[in-house]
């Protein structure tokens, strides 16, 4: 399994799992892959700082993204295995925590690398491996079960606690169990499964294309000629951004993206506009396409505006206007420029459409900007508040994931020591 | 670094505190050279040398430098050495030249502003030396017993008429491309050449033998420097594409970018090799540049820490380094350097430990 691939699914263990209770079954046969997740949303959350001299602020911090400060070390640790982080110590005193999380590549590899050292247990590499086959569409319950190679108790093990984090679902469909992950899907899971299964063929190819190249344009050749992609949208499986710009009306597709809460939906639907605007400048520009569309998220992300006007910008980013991302600017002869307003969520959703132009991955649609700014903030925390509360969702356990408990409690009651 | 100690020494060394407490970091006795082509091989030629090189860098990364010659003797011709400065302090593209005498004739100093250099007598001196408490610093950069200690731990050191052995020659090349080439190549091409030579003697480090330490943070040094003058170019662009910028300073410009890129296409057509232009560590360089390029504050003064950390703490044996302005402690100079020395020997394979002094503060 790909390693970028295997540390953005760790992640997304961490985030859909961290508010459910304490659970045997989870917290023992999942422990490598949350801590990798766990490693992967602190660095997140840590990159473009220097260091942090104020050891419980980033213990406040990281609070609020589900490490306690009891697993903190732990996690350090990991970071520090992979160079992301380096702690400057006087004997077992942290001093410093200095960060290095690469700026230019995404670092999921050298997380997804220290899972594969950590040797996951067999549950965690199959739950893994599914929850990746599952972001290409739905599958058949029992064959999917089948095919990943876990005996019956493991895989009762696996679905519950998928099942809890909202990472796995089931659905009966025509009388047929279809297993899907909430993750892949943007709006009706019944309309997503439905769809899915009137296109069996077609549905893994289309998500794979739209993960690979996030905005794709509609009147691309590789979507015109599937009947999939106009069955997607009439259904709303697909949500198009539509943009009107020099050239005429132009619409823009992206993979979809679940498990968001209301507000972190908002950040996704900015970035997508944001995405969908520059992909109607590099396909369908009435002068010179942009060629290099990272170099223009990140010139708006850090300088908020575009280096120069072009008469096309008033038309090509009006759809910014309106979702209050920023402002078109009058310089003059008929040249616009445009200024992105510079606001948490804005930037939140800036970063969010660089990661999806370049890995086709959201992670950074979780960052909690408070949490960052407990980080960013020199004079420290400002007490527990960004620590918001949140209710721990109790772990639903089949009968067999129960009997496999009382099974290795008894154990422990014997004195039998538990393998790893 | 490479000469024994002279008789304007004292002056040297007290003008470079003087630059030190400036916030400059400052080489001396610094060897001009120029290598002229013998068919076969390249011949050093000795043209002259600079007693005080001071180089600084503001918060914005914009650089400054300032080349110092320094004269005790009674019988030294200050109107030659004016012009002479004038020249080198142009070979340097240098901002300001500063001729130091224990006294100054006034001619000289009528025709020292035409040609753009300050003079300094004793008494200049002193009154600078006052303003800026030089002796309240207590780090010994004028202090001629450290300097000597350093000098003898330079170089190989061959007996006459010894022959060098092949560790003794590798080191041999070390030593004179820090001493020599480095102030004279293009700087652009100072980032590899300083990582291949070092590459190639990394198994002779030992963190117990002083020589190899001195010459680990020279080289640690350079590197900085080396980095420092790639910061400036990106930033001078703008700083927002670190990677294009990086990659067109460190191969001499987009015009050879080009060529040096369309070459190694060739390369993998004929060999049917995947030989890229990019050495596999530029990555990590590049990434180190962007946390320098994004704290100006903590990169623009680095270097003047690892100067500190070696006589301070290498040198005088402190464990703790005592802040380097009234400010109080630069902490993200002193992170920005242990990043540097831990990528350093990263790439060229030295153990880290012998940066043990830096990675403990």
């Known amino acids: ?420 | 670094m490479t000469r024994a100690p002279d008789q304007d020494l004292s002056l040297k060394l007290r003008f470079r505190k003087l630059l030190f407490l400036q916030g400059y970091w400052s080489p001396i006795e610094v060897e001009l050279s120029f290598y002229e082509n013998l068919g076969t091989v390249m011949k050093r030629r000795s043209l002259t040398d600079l007693d005080v090189l001071g180089i600084k860098y503001d918060n914005l990364l914009i650089p400054f430098s300032i080349v110092g010659d320094c004269k005790s003797g009674k019988n030294v011709s200050d109107i030659n050495r004016l012009f002479w400065l004038r020249g080198i302090k142009d070979f340097f593209g240098a901002d300001q030249a500063y001729f130091i005498h224990s006294t100054i004739r006034s001619h000289a100093r009528g025709v020292a502003p035409k040609l753009g250099i300050s003079v300094m007598d004793e008494e200049a001196l002193l009154t600078s030396e006052k303003i800026l408490q030089v002796d309240k610093s207590p780090l010994p950069l004028e202090d001629e017993k450290f300097y000597t200690s350093v000098v003898n731990l330079w170089g190989i050191n061959l007996v006459k008429g010894q022959k060098p052995d092949e560790k003794q020659l590798e080191l041999k090349n070390v030593y004179s491309y820090l001493s020599y080439s480095y102030w004279y190549i293009e700087q652009h091409r100072n980032l590899f050449n300083l990582i291949e030579h070092f590459t190639k003697i990394a198994t002779l480090f030992d963190e117990n033998d002083k020589r190899y330490v001195l010459l680990a943070y020279t080289g640690l040094e350079r590197f900085i420097h080396s980095l420092l003058e790639i910061s400036v170019f990106v930033t001078s662009q703008g700083g927002t594409n670190i990677l294009r910028d990086t990659r067109s300073y460190i191969y001499g410009g987009p015009l050879s970018l080009k060529e040096k890129e369309s070459f190694f296409k060739l390369l993998r057509n004929l060999t049917h090799s995947n030989e890229q232009l990019d050495p596999p560590y530029l990555q990590d360089i590049i990434e180190l540049l962007v946390r320098m390029i994004k704290n100006p504050m903590g990169s623009s003064d680095i270097l003047r820490h690892i100067s500190a950390i070696y006589a301070w703490c290498v040198y005088l044996g402190n464990d703790t380094l005592l802040p380097l302005c009234e400010s109080g402690e630069n902490t993200a100079a002193i992170v920005l350097a242990r990043d540097a020395a831990q990528t350093f020997a990263r790439l060229t394979g030295i153990k880290e430990t012998i940066y043990s002094k830096i990675l403990n503060l």
């Open chain 1, 1 to 420: 399994m790909d390693s970028v691939i295997l540390g953005l699914r760790a992640q997304d263990f961490h985030e859909s799992l961290k508010n459910t209770s304490a659970f045997g079954p989870k917290d023992v046969h999942y422990k490598k892959t949350l801590l990798i997740g766990k490693a992967a949303v602190l660095a997140m959350h840590l990159r473009g700082l220097l260091y942090i001299k104020d050891y419980t602020q980033l213990e406040y911090a990281a609070a609020s993204l589900g490490i306690s400060s009891l697993e903190l070390p732990i996690v350090l640790g990991e970071l520090e295995e992979v160079a992301f982080i380096s702690i400057a110590r006087s004997g077992s005193v942290i001093r410093r925590v200095e960060i290095r999380v690469p700026e230019f590549r995404s670092g999921y590899k050298e997380l997804g690398d220290r899972l594969k050292d950590l040797n996951p247990s067999e549950i965690e590499i199959a739950s893994l491996m599914a929850l990746a086959k599952l972001y290409s569409g739905p599958a058949e319950k029992d064959k999917l079960l089948r095919s990943i190679g876990l005996d019956s108790t493991q895989l009762s093990i696996m679905v519950d606690v998928m099942e809890s984090g909202l990472l796995l679902a089931t659905q009966v469909v025509e009388g047929q169990p279809l297993i899907y992950t909430p993750l892949a899907v943007d709006g009706n899971p019944s309309i997503y499964l439905e769809w899915a299964q009137k296109f069996p063929s077609e549905v893994a190819v289309i998500m794979q294309l739209l993960k690979e190249h996030q905005g794709m344009p509609l009147s691309d050749p590789s979507m015109t000629n599937r009947s999939a992609i106009g069955a997607a949208i009439d259904t709303g499986v697909l949500m198009p951004v539509e943009i009107n710009g020099a050239t005429g009306v132009q619409s823009f597709v992206f993979a979809p993206h679940g498990g968001l809460s209301q507000e972190e939906y908002i950040i996704l639907d900015k970035a997508r506009a944001i995405l969908g605007c520059v992909r109607y400048g590099q396909n369908f520009s009435s002068g010179r396409p942009i060629k290099y569309p990272k170099l223009i998220l990140e010139r708006l992300r850090d300088r908020k505006r575009f280096k120069k006007g072009h008469p096309d910008l008033m038309s090509q980013y009006g759809l910014l206007v309106e979702k209050f991302i920023g402002h078109p600017i009058d310089v003059g002869n008929g040249m616009w420029n445009f200024e992105v307003d510079d606001t948490d969520e804005n930037m939140k959703a800036l970063n969010v459409a660089l990661e999806m132009l370049e890995h086709g991955d959201a992670p950074s649609a979780k960052i909690d900007i408070e949490a960052q700014k407990a980080l960013l903030n020199p004079s420290g925390y400002q007490g527990p508040l960004p620590t918001r509360m949140k209710l721990s969702k109790g772990i639903k356990s089949s009968p067999k994931t129960r009997a496999e408990i009382i099974n290795q409690m008894g154990k422990l009651m014997r004195g039998v020591v538990l393998d790893d």
